[in-house]
């Protein structure tokens, strides 16, 4: 069966970084664009990044461009999200997904929290 295991969250002071990790696993992580997602407290879901299967290809929320990167290890089954420069505003649960492995579906993780205080 699909699982998403979601790591590397944390408490963090504005202006630092934490390295977000997303193990796949039951399904080709390769052949599949993936996403991260996350929720703010109180507040609806928030797109934040895609990539391509390949991994060639990026996409970011403006909110997170030029701070955030995501990357992803198609021979580890990892999908990954490099976050610099944290905001207090990015204070939320971090979701993975992917979409399309079953007709119509999309896969979550259990998220992992970030906090940025200071």
């Known amino acids: 069966q699909v699982q998403l295991v979601e790591s590397g969250g944390g408490l963090v002071q504005p202006g630092g970084s934490l390295r977000l990790s997303c193990a796949a696993s039951?399904?080709?992580?390769?052949?599949?664009?993936m996403s991260w997602v996350r929720q703010a407290p109180g507040k609806g879901l928030e797109w934040v990044s895609d990539i391509n299967a390949g991994g060639s290809i990026t996409y970011y929320a403006d909110s997170v461009k030029g701070r955030f990167t995501i990357s992803r290890d198609n021979a580890g089954n990892t999908l990954y999200l490099q976050m610099n420069s944290l905001k207090p505003e990015d204070t939320a649960v971090y979701y993975c997904?992917?979409?399309?492995?079953?007709?119509?579906?999309?896969?979550w993780g259990q998220g992992t929290q970030v906090t940025v205080s200071s």
């Open positions: 039951g399904f080709t992580f390769s052949d599949y664009a």
């Open positions: 997904n992917v979409r399309g492995v079953l007709p119509h579906s999309v896969y």
